[in-house]
């Protein structure tokens, strides 16, 4: 996903400037301030994994606790080879604005290791899995730091994870210990679709305030993983036409519309969105700057920069992606009466679920789908509609606005709580 074009841009930096700007909006405490400019603790942990020849490979993995004012940190787990120390740091800090914003009682903590997974057997990611479990098992815990899926993880490695952290600490099963499980290990319904479905209330929201009909709308996504395609899927479902959706190979287009079910099985089959028929093939690049109502970007960082965000056409950029959009292409956005519905807020619909799972985790008690999903859209909208009344009061665009609603909750827990020792 032109990551190596885009690799310069510091996501760390990023969200120090996003900080910057809500700090300046709020007035905070330059002590204040400096307290949420540093992740509390990050930890890099070396891992030896003995891979299928027989040679002993070391692998760099980290885990980085932004804040926990307001509750067990809480984040996804990453495996890509582009992953960094900062990066890791930066979505550490988006998780605790996240959290915040959906107003659920967790703070912010990220993990990831540098690997290429598509380049790893089976036993080898199970091993790297959980000698990266066992690595930070002291630091994460049911009631400190509750990890997650995030990029080219899912509920095969939350098992493994979930298991060494049970067999290391007591060795009784504790499911609270991680969160997008499978369900036969304590996962929870609908989690799997959380952050698709989370992002299509979000867009619902926004389209009722831009006064547009969703049964109106094209939609163009890039990136057709795990949230991307439930995305797609779900603002299908609410009348939108999916036009374009791309993966790290390139994409397709069909301004008549694509059939999603038909792409995703086309996906499952070739492990590609690219030759589905009666499509054309378009890059990346393309993709974003499509005529269409509602972009998605939901693959990597940084595709939405200064270069380009003067050519985005859609009236709605809904974020399924971590931090795709850099503060100068924000700016270009704003101007152009572009309504970004920042990732903070679009897919925190799957944190949000993680939340549920872990509640029903602690009581060994579990809920039906329908309830997961009808507590997911009274907290996604609650959560839009609070970012929403934000924007306006204070004259800003929404991810100003996020920032500034979950700097003002954080703030609020750090004073009360103190400082001690
Ligand atoms: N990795 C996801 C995110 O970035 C989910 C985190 C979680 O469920 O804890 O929001």
């Known amino acids: 996903m032109s990551e190596s074009q885009n690799a310069a841009i510091n996501p760390f930096e990023t969200a120090l400037k996003q900080l910057d700007e809500a700090a300046k909006l709020i007035n905070l405490d330059k002590g204040l301030h400096e307290v949420l400019a540093h992740p509390k603790r990050v930890l890099t942990v070396s891992l030896p994994v003995k891979m299928d020849n027989g040679e002993i490979k070391v692998f760099t993995g980290y885990r980085s606790q932004h804040n926990d004012a307001r509750g067990p940190y809480k984040g996804g787990i990453r495996y890509h080879p582009q992953v960094t120390i900062d990066e890791v740091k930066a979505l550490s800090m988006w998780m605790t604005w996240k959290c915040a914003i959906a107003d659920i009682p967790y703070g912010g903590g990220k993990g ?60 009784y099963v504790q499911p609270e210990i991680i969160t997008g499980k499978p369900l036969a290990v304590g996962g929870s319904l609908g989690r799997n679709e959380a952050t698709g ?52 190979q390139g994409g397709v287009y069909n301004k008549n519309g694509i059939n ?107 809920w039906t789908e329908d309830e997961v999903n009808q507590r997911l859209d009274k907290n996604v909208t609650k959560a839009f509609l609070d970012v929403y009344e934000t924007h306006e009061k204070y004259g800003v665009n929404m991810r100003k606005a996020s920032t500034v609603l979950a700097v003002n909750r954080v703030v609020e827990a750090i004073k009360i709580r103190g400082l001690w020792p």
């Open 197 to 248: 479905r989370g992002l299509s209330f979000t867009v619902r929201e926004a389209a009722k305030k831009l006064k547009v009909n969703m049964k109106n709308t094209t939609v163009a996504v890039q990136g057709f993983g795990n949230a991307g395609q439930f995305a797609s899927q779900l603002v299908e479902e609410l009348g939108a036409t999916v036009i374009a959706a791309s993966d790290s």
């Open 260 to 366: 999603v079910a038909s792409l995703r099985k086309h996906k499952e089959k070739t492990r590609a969105v690219g030759g589905f028929s009666g499509t054309k093939s378009i890059t990346n690049e393309e993709l974003l700057e499509l005529d269409c109502t509602i972009l998605i970007p939901a693959a990597l960082e940084n595709q939405i920069t200064a270069k380009n965000a003067g050519n985005i056409k859609a009236k709605i950029v809904a974020e399924a992606a971590n931090g795709p959009t850099t503060p100068e292409a924000d700016d270009v956005l704003y101007k152009n009466k572009i309504l970004v519905i920042p990732d903070v807020l679009a897919n925190g619909g799957g944190v949000t679920v993680s939340y549920f799972e872990w509640l029903q985790n602690l009581r060994r008690d579990y």
């Open 112 to 171: 990831g290791i540098i690997c290429n997974p598509k380049e790893m057997s089976v036993g080898e990611l199970e091993r790297l899995t959980r000698r990266y479990a066992y690595a930070i098992a002291d630091i994460i815990g049911p009631r400190t730091d509750i990890p997650a899926p995030d990029v080219y993880t899912g509920g095969r490695e939350m098992a493994w994870i979930m298991d060494t952290y049970s067999a290391l600490k007591g060795n």
